[in-house]
Structures are given as C-alpha cells and as structure tokens.
C-alpha cells in the first residue's frame, strides 16, 4: 500500500509580519499534482493544520478547497486528517461523521476511543489508527483511575485502550513529541523537555505518523517511526532544509516499511545571504537567489550600517530580519528592531536558577527546585 505522509500545513501561519496564504496555496496544488500522479491509496496528514486555534475565514477556505479536491480525484485516496496542538479539536472534528463518507477522515475530539480506519491492499487489511495531539490531563478525563503523569504515560494509556490487531498491519497517525528528534525554531519548546513520549510507546506499530516537528527525520534511525516534516520552511533555522511529500510503501506484515521523498519547491524560497553590506548589495554575489525569496541577512561590517534592512529591503522585498557578526567577537546582534536566531535556548527552570543566584548568590535547594519542576509542569499542561 501506497500512502502520503504530510503534516504541519499550519495553514494561516505568518512569517515576520509576512502572510503566507498564497505559499501555501501554491505548494497544496503542488501536492494535489503529486497525488494524481502517484495514485496513493491513501494520504495523511498528521495534525497542526491551521497554525491557530481559530483560523481565519481565508485559511478554512484553502483547507476546504484542498480537502474537497483530493477527495474527487479519479485516483480517490482516503485521507486521513488528525488534530496538532496548534488546531482547535472541536473545529477540525466538526461533521467528521459526515465527511467520512467522502473519503475524508477527520480525527473526533478525544474521549478515549482511538477506533480504527481499515482499508485493504493484495497483502490484506492496514487499520489505520488516528491519535490526534493529547495532553496528560486529556487522558486522565478519559480513565481516571489510570495513573498517567506524563506524555509517555498519557500516549501508553490511550494506545492501550485502541483496538490493534497485530496480525495485520497497524498504521498510527499521532502529534506528539517523541523523545530524540531534532527541534527547528519554529515550534513550540515545552519546559524542560515535559512534552517528550518515549518511542517505545509505538511498539506494535508497522508504521507511525508523526507531526509536530518540521524537520523530516526517523526517529532514533528507526524507520517505521518518521516525521515527514512541514511542506514548507517556517524559520530560518530551516532554511537548508529539503521539503518534500514522504511517500511510504507498507509491504506485507512484517516488511519494513520502504520510504522516499518527493521534493517540494515553493513559491518562494526560505534563504540566507552573508556578508558585508557592500558584498550583500550585489545581486551577483549570490546567483540563483530570487529577490522576491524571503531572506534573513547577515552583516559582517565592523560598523552598524544606517538602516541596513530599510535600505536592504529595496534589493529583497521579503526580507525577514537582520543580524550582524563580526570575527572580533563572533556575537551576533539585532538591527531594526529584528531579533537574531537564539545562539542556545535554555529551560524554565534553568533561566530561574541563574536568576535566583544572581538576585541571592546562593543555589536554589533540592526542595526549591522540585517545587519549581512541579509548578513548571502544572503551568505547561495548562498552556497546551
């Protein structure tokens, strides 16, 4: 069986002040493109479909152009959509019951129940499980006397209460942040880490779909375990990043699952452009660079240069920001307002403790820091 693996659309979603509707538009016709070309059975898309919980009037109208294309499409693949911790549940599950008989699958708000979607190829049935995005306290209003007190606990419990099969192939589509892969700048850090689930709560699964992170990658090398990543570049910490449809071939029971990457090209392209403000003026000094791409500069003069990104912006109309580096002291620094890229990005509890120490000179206790851990959770679950 042939299937799509798509995710992180974050349909609305702007950049710097920039919308990028019409970018967005532009890669789902390519996607749609690749569809009827493929013929995949089915295509997934693995939650964070708008990037806000109330979408605007323009984003819902992309979504429900898109969804209503690829379900009259001559090749009629089942699409199977879950919610991300961007998308409102009860929104994005609103008429699944209805819809479903197109074709399209909307994941429920859940309750507990993650009911199976059972299609069939020459090698048998492939149930497909949809997981939208859940939290600890989620499950725990589901069963609770189940004793869940964190993400890998809330994950192990609401897949132990799912309907798998293991004599056929189990496919699982879920939103979460598995423990070991790769972050962008571009999505929501939790404090210290409390979001990780740990890989091992997949076990029984032929495949996992994964959203939430934007960079493609297996998780731990396992193969049956990927993100395919988000359709476009959302940061520029992604900027070198190949976007792209992961196409996934499930074999018979038992097959590893055989994966590869239809590369997307935008509208516009995510870029970089490095050097002294004479050097970044010339066009020529960076063949192949739109001057419509949405570009981050970087500045190497030894002086701040007089509205660099005003006068810059003449050059490349999406410019995004501005930051200078210089060999003197290797630091980068903002310009216009615009904030460089976080050289690190420390946790909550570390930013308390370097703040106590400086306002005290002492440590926080052994006590003081369980507290702190405790509140930082409890606030964490609250926020998602």
Do not use: W
């Not at 019409?22 to 789902?28: F, M, P, S």
């Not at 308390?352 to 964490?380: D, M, N, P, R, V």
């Amino acid at each position: 069986m042939k299937l799509f693996h798509l995710s992180d659309l974050h349909l609305g979603k702007r950049l710097n002040g920039y919308s990028l509707l019409e970018d967005q538009q532009y890669i789902l016709e390519r996607i749609l493109s690749a569809v009827e070309q493929e013929s995949p059975q089915a295509v997934v898309i693995a939650g964070d479909v708008y990037d806000k919980a109330t979408p605007s009037a323009e984003a819902v109208a992309v979504l429900d152009d898109f969804l209503s294309r690829l379900a009259m499409l001559q090749c009629s693949p089942q699409v199977f959509v879950i919610y991300g911790n961007h998308d409102s549940a009860e929104r994005l599950a609103f008429g699944n019951r209805l819809i479903e008989k197109s074709g399209v699958h909307l994941s429920p708000v859940f309750h507990g129940e993650v009911k199976p979607v059972v299609l069939a190829d020459e090698y048998g049935e492939v149930a497909f499980h949809l997981l939208p995005f859940i939290k600890p306290s989620d499950v725990r209003n589901a069963y609770p006397d189940a004793k869940v007190e964190n993400y890998t606990d809330a994950v192990r419990e609401a897949l132990a209460h799912c309907a798998l099969d293991t004599t056929r192939r189990n496919v699982l589509v879920a939103h979460q942040f598995v423990t070991g892969a790769s972050r962008t700048d571009s999505e929501d850090v939790s404090v210290g880490g409390l979001d990780n689930v740990d890989a091992s709560a997949f076990n029984g699964f032929d495949y996992v779909a994964l959203g939430h992170l934007h960079r493609p990658q297996a998780v731990l090398g396992a193969e049956n375990i990927r993100y395919c990543g988000s359709p476009l570049k959302y940061s520029v910490s992604e900027k070198d990043d190949q976007k792209g449809i992961l196409v996934v071939e499930l074999g018979g029971k038992g097959v590893t699952a055989m994966c590869r990457s239809i590369p997307l090209t935008p509208l516009h392209d995510l870029r970089e452009v490095k050097g002294t403000y004479e050097e970044v003026s010339f066009l020529k000094n960076y063949e192949g660079t739109a001057t419509d791409d949405y570009i981050h500069v970087v500045l190497t003069d030894k002086n701040d240069v007089m509205d660099a990104i005003g006068r810059l912006r003449a050059i490349y109309p999406n410019i995004l920001s501005l930051e200078y580096q210089r060999d003197d002291d290797g630091e980068g620094m903002g310009l216009d307002g615009m904030q460089p890229e976080p050289v690190e990005q420390k946790s909550d509890l570390e930013i308390l403790t370097e703040l106590y120490k400086l306002q005290t000179g002492q440590e926080l206790s052994a006590e003081q820091q369980s507290f702190a851990e405790e509140l930082f959770k409890k606030i964490q679950e609250e926020r998602h």
